[in-house]
């Protein structure tokens, strides 16, 4: 099963701005867009973002997503200690009728 | 509010079988597709299949096709995953999660299966 390609890890300071990626192909986030999720060490998964960049309420003003292409990023500005989880984008493969994830990104705020 | 109780950790041993729940509540069950998804100790999200309790039209990722089986009664709003003979490598924590605009909008507290002799 074709899934998404995300870096491992991103390191950056507090205050600082974070851009993370996802790479898909046209079937996925070329196609559907991407969806953003973000996991808490013993927690379960919580969106951030869907279709790009549409925010379930609730969800802060600093976390924001956009597609260029096949590739979608997840912008977190104004890093705080809260920020440090793992990241996980996901899309809806239409060609594999199948739902993909990312392998995760691993965000420390140091 | 939305919401999707799981039913509490198990443990299992190799060649038992197992049916985990998911209830929904604060929306319309039937209207929304429900994902089950597998994280291994440490590791990251996998996709195992979908069902969409109106029809029960289900469909699985070719990772788990033949190895779990999703259903649905939609009376009680719930979701099931099951087993039919568990193995070893499946321990890990199962989360279902409530579909929206192609993405888990709402997502269970996690279900902990272990498997162990």
């Known amino acids: 099963q074709a899934g998404l390609t995300q870096p491992p890890s991103v390191s950056k300071g507090l205050r600082q701005t974070a851009t993370l990626t996802c790479t898909g192909n046209?079937?996925?986030?070329?196609?559907?867009?991407a969806a953003w999720l973000q996991q808490h060490q013993g927690h379960p998964p919580k969106l951030l973002s869907y279709?790009?960049?549409n925010r379930p309420s609730g969800i802060s003003e600093r976390f924001s997503a956009s597609r260029s292409g096949n590739t979608a990023s997840l912008t977190i500005t104004g890093l705080q200690p809260e920020d440090e989880a793992d990241y996980y984008c996901?899309?809806?493969?239409?060609?594999?009728?199948?739902?993909?994830f990312g392998g995760g990104t691993k965000l420390t705020v140091l | 509010e939305v919401q999707l109780v799981q039913s509490g950790a198990e443990v299992k041993k190799p060649g038992e079988s197992l049916k985990i729940s998911c209830k929904g509540s604060?929306?319309?069950?039937?209207?929304?597709?429900i994902g089950w998804v597998r994280q291994m100790p440490g590791k990251g999200l996998e996709w195992m299949g979908i069902?969409?309790?109106?029809?029960?039209?289900?469909r699985y990722s070719p990772s788990f096709q033949g190895q779990v089986t999703i259903s649905a009664d939609k009376s009680i709003s719930t979701a099931y995953l099951q087993w039919s003979s568990l193995k070893a490598s499946d321990t890990a924590m199962y989360y279902c999660?409530?579909?929206?605009?192609?993405?888990?909008?709402?997502w269970g507290q996690g279900t902990l299966v272990t498997v162990s002799s």
């Open positions: 999660a409530r579909l929206e605009q192609l993405a888990g909008r709402n």
């Open positions: 604060g929306y319309s069950f039937t209207s929304y597709w």
């Open positions: 069902i969409y309790p109106g029809d029960s039209d289900t």
């Open positions: 046209s079937n996925n986030v070329g196609n559907q867009g």
């Open positions: 279709r790009n960049n």
């Open positions: 996901s899309a809806w493969d239409s060609s594999l009728s199948a739902w993909v």
